[in-house]
Nanobody, 124 residues
Framework: DVQLQASGGGLVQAGGSLRLSCAAS?????????IGWFRQAPGKEREGVST????????HYADSVKGRFTVSNDNAKNTVYLQMTSLKPEDTAVYYC????????????????WGQGTQVTVSS
């Protein structure tokens, strides 16, 4: 079975940093799967944050996080990371990682497999 586990969330002051991890099992990185990061704040719809191809390492970011967040992968560990810097209160949300056998990078939340999410809270 394909399983995803997001971890690394917590409470941080505005301007601080956190690194989230997404550990995957049930498939091998380096094929056709892409990994996406999504977030959902209370009262708001889920939105795409960043995505990475496990085959060639190509990445894509939402405009709201570009220049502040960096996604990377360690295919040997079947793990994807989201390094978040210059955090803002608006970044407060539950962050989810997802996987899908897509041909193109996408921030649309139609991925096939989802983890349970990890809470990120940024204080003002």
């Amino acid at each position: 079975d394909v399983q995803l586990q997001a971890s690394g969330g917590g409470l941080v002051q505005a301007g601080g940093s956190l690194r989230l991890s997404c550990a995957a099992s049930g498939f091998t990185f380096g094929g056709h799967y892409v990994i996406g990061w999504f977030r959902q704040a209370p009262g708001k719809e889920r939105e795409g944050v960043s995505t990475i191809s496990t085959s060639d390492g190509m990445t894509h970011y939402a405009d709201s996080v570009k220049g502040r967040f960096t996604v990377s992968n360690d295919n040997a560990k079947n793990t994807v990371y989201l390094q978040m810097t210059s955090l803002k209160p608006e970044d407060t949300a539950v962050y989810y990682c997802a996987a899908d056998p897509k041909d193109l990078l996408s921030l649309v939340d139609d991925y096939e497999y989802w983890g349970q999410g990890t809470q990120v809270t940024v204080s003002s």
